[in-house]
């Protein structure tokens, strides 16, 4: 692994410190996210790209490479936007929506209630009236509704007048909901990105790259990129029909893209590909804070600074899933539809208040989880999944509580909140290498549970209290050996080790070539071997805060964040001066009017133990 700075940034220097690090205070060994047979192409991007070595590494394990450094470094539109008519289904949607707009016909929306949902919702509302046209917007409530579409919205939307129903980030799945509008004499467009079964819903059109008879290769966008691609597909439909013109201009569509880029960083997709254009032109936009309600969210939270996608994913994001998880389900997507100062204003400091009361919730649910699930994983600590369930879980946090258990345990998890009719809303997450979405539609199809989906990495499900026993089983039976496999596989992926000295703005501005970061293109993490953690000390209870010193005498400011009561806090707070391994991403951070380095510290060590 390579040691670069402001000083030295292309001085490679192993580390064997950092090599031998083979049981970390998580219970992971520390690899080079760079492969062997990837040394040659960091060598050759140094030497084309004039730059630094280690930035060449970085940008080599993130599957750059010397013939198209160019269109890494600047990931744009004009040379990943695909053609929409790809994806299955598109053009004919296309030419509907674009027949209702002509027609002025009744136009219904219903999206889901997280980012990526509300998100999609304001980017078709914002389409619709640069055409002088609306839609009737609908976002199911999470708790007494659930995910996705169902009957009785279906016979509001049709008994409201909309002949044309477009269902964004779901539908893919339902085929009750979808019969019904059929039968009652509407249409419907899915616009989509979930995983998809064989069987497709009774629809005019379902757009989503997931689907199995797709080949279009966009599977990895959120479904705020498919309705991109698909407003794409309707504005070129109606220049050939001659639409625009005598007053009527094509929306430039490029001014709405802060929307998709928030959807995509949210929706936690890989930022890989059209995603990666999508959010680094989305960064632009936003920074121009031309959309009032961003622009208001970001005013209540106190974000001055130009938007990252740390900001997108663990400020903004946050916020507006408060809505949909404890609160109003359409607060999120009023705010990113509203042109109205005030309103926003309101709106904003509406979500920022629901955020604080869901990490009140979310602490109490997350400590009473995690106590359940490691008494059942004392008893089988082999068990493939984690899990825990309880009456009165507030179903909007279960989400975020099978999170924590996966960071906890280091495996799939899963958390349900029970009615008191005897039925569950569940959440479920996972590793990588394990398929949490299939396993769940297995499940269904088994008859263990009333329904269920979602991604790879993510998925949610309902049940009945008495099939929760044997849901449970068929999981740990279905997930054993993927599971198994991906543990044994399981490590800290390592992009260099530096000194306290390499942390500067200059480094870090080089690094930033390599992004928008995410998942798919995740930000580089470094190793900083055999430093010494002084004034350690906890803060705002769940925190610890602490300096790193290196041996030629620099210093570096470092957090890690919900360690206090960690196998990685008691190392920081313990170490008692003597030298230990972290782990962690560089970011910058104000202060007081000034800007500084700082490290997020997620891993650490102590060399006396962790080495073979």
């Known amino acids: 692994m390579s040691v670069s700075g402001a000083r030295a940034v292309e001085e490679p220097m192993q580390s064997d410190a950092l090599l031998r690090v083979e049981r970390s205070a998580r219970g992971l060994r520390w690899v080079d996210r760079l492969k062997p047979e990837h040394e040659n192409v960091a060598m050759a991007l140094a030497q084309k790209g004039g730059l630094p070595d280690i930035v060449a590494r970085v940008l080599a394990a993130r599957g750059a490479g010397p013939e198209a450094l160019e269109e890494f470094l600047n990931p744009t539109l004009k040379t990943l936007m695909p053609n929409p008519s790809d994806l299955r289904d598109m053009d004919r949607a296309a030419e509907r929506f674009a027949r209702a707009i002509r027609d002025k016909e009744h136009i219904a929306v219903f999206g889901d209630y997280d980012v990526d949902g509300g998100s999609s919702v304001a980017l078709i509302r914002r389409f619709l009236a640069a055409h002088g046209h609306d839609a009737q917007a609908y976002i199911p409530d999470r708790m007494l509704e659930g995910y996705g579409p169902n009957v009785a919205a279906f016979e509001q939307l049709v008994g409201d007048g909309a002949r044309l129903i477009l269902t964004v980030d779901c539908g893919t799945v339902a085929h009750e909901p979808l019969a019904r509008a059929h039968d009652l004499g509407a249409e419907v467009i899915v616009l989509d990105h979930h995983q998809a079964d064989e069987q497709l819903p009774d629809a005019l059109a379902v757009v989503n790259p997931n689907r199995l008879d797709d080949i279009s290769g966009q599977g990895h966008l959120a479904a705020c990129g498919v309705v991109f691609l698909f407003l794409v597909a309707t504005a070129r439909t109606l220049r050939e029909t001659n639409w625009y013109g005598n007053g009527v201009s094509a929306p430039d569509l490029m001014q709405w893209l802060d929307l998709v880029a928030l959807a ?106 995690l106590a359940q699930a490691g008494a059942r994983l004392e008893d089988a600590p082999d068990a493939s999944i984690a899990f825990a369930h309880g009456a009165g879980w507030h179903k909007g946090v279960v989400g975020l509580a099978a999170s924590h258990l996966v960071e906890h345990f280091r495996r799939p998890a899963l958390a349900v909140a029970w009615e008191d009719d005897g039925t569950g809303a569940g959440s479920a997450r996972s590793i990588a290498g394990v398929d949490i979405g299939a396993a769940i539609r297995a499940a269904v199809e088994a008859g263990h549970l009333e329904r269920g989906g979602g991604h790879e990495m993510a998925a949610g499900f309902s049940l009945a209290q008495n099939k929760a026993d044997a849901f449970f089983e068929f999981l740990q039976n279905a997930l054993q050996t993927s599971v198994k496999t991906a543990r044994e596989q399981d490590s800290l992926k390592i992009d260099g080790a530096l000194m306290a000295a390499s942390a500067t703005p200059d480094f870090l501005a080089l690094l930033e070539k390599a992004g928008p970061f995410g998942a798919g293109n995740p930000q580089p993490r470094f190793a900083f071997p055999a430093h010494r953690c002084g004034f350690a000390k906890i803060v705002g209870e769940k925190h610890v805060r602490c300096t790193l010193g290196a041996s030629d005498g620099s210093r570096l400011d470092a957090v890690a964040f919900n360690s206090a009561t960690t196998k990685v806090g008691e190392i920081l707070l313990n170490s008692d001066g003597m030298p230990i391994h972290v782990a962690g991403r560089l970011r910058r951070s104000e202060w007081g009017g000034r800007q500084k380095i700082e490290l997020h510290i997620e891993d650490a060590a102590d060399p006396r133990r962790s080495a073979r």
């Open 264 to 369: 995509t960083v949210c929706d936690v997709v890989p930022l890989t590909g059209l995603n990666r254009a999508l959010v680094h032109r989305g960064l632009e936009v936003m920074r121009m804070r031309h959309n009032a309600g961003l622009r208001a969210l970001c005013d209540t939270v106190g974000l001055t600074a130009a938007p990252t996608t740390y900001h997108l994913g663990f400020v903004l994001g946050p916020r507006l899933n408060a809505g949909g998880r404890i609160g109003r389900a359409d607060l999120a997507m009023q705010l990113l539809t509203s042109d109205d100062e005030p309103a926003a204003l309101e709106i904003a400091a509406t979500l920022h208040r629901l955020n604080a009361e869901r990490r009140a919730m979310q602490d109490a649910l997350e400590h009473e989880a």
